[in-house]
Nanobody, 115 residues
């Protein structure tokens, strides 16, 4: 059973930075997109970033210019670099990998932005 394991979450002060990682337990062939989502308390899960197999990226407007998604195929890992964090970024962050008949989610990692 393939697993996606997120790490890198934690408590950070407003204006700070974190880098999240999402690593697969094994090489997965046929992945077309890798994405990050987040879910704040009392809110629905929202999409925030995507990177395709060709390396194209796109972002939720609220994080554009502050967050950067990247991937390391050799390490079976996707990253989310988050800068200039605000309390509104507090949420559980999830990664999702998709392809033909493939839809894997990570278990989530908590990010808390507070002074």
């Amino acid at each position: 059973q393939v697993q996606l394991v997120e790490s890198g979450g934690g408590l950070v002060q407003p204006g700070g930075s974190l880098r999240l990682s999402c690593a697969a337990s094994e090489t997965i062939y046929g992945i077309k997109t890798m994405e990050w989502y987040r879910q704040a308390p009392g809110k629905e899960r929202e999409w925030i970033a995507i990177i395709t197999s060709l390396g194209n990226t796109n972002y939720l407007n609220d994080v554009k210019g502050r967050f950067t998604i990247s991937r390391d195929n050799a390490k079976n890992t996707v990253y989310l670099e988050m800068n200039r964090l605000t309390p509104e970024d507090t949420a559980v962050y999830y990664c999702r990998w998709q392809g033909d008949s493939i839809n894997y989610w990570g278990q989530g990692t908590q990010v808390t932005v507070s002074s």
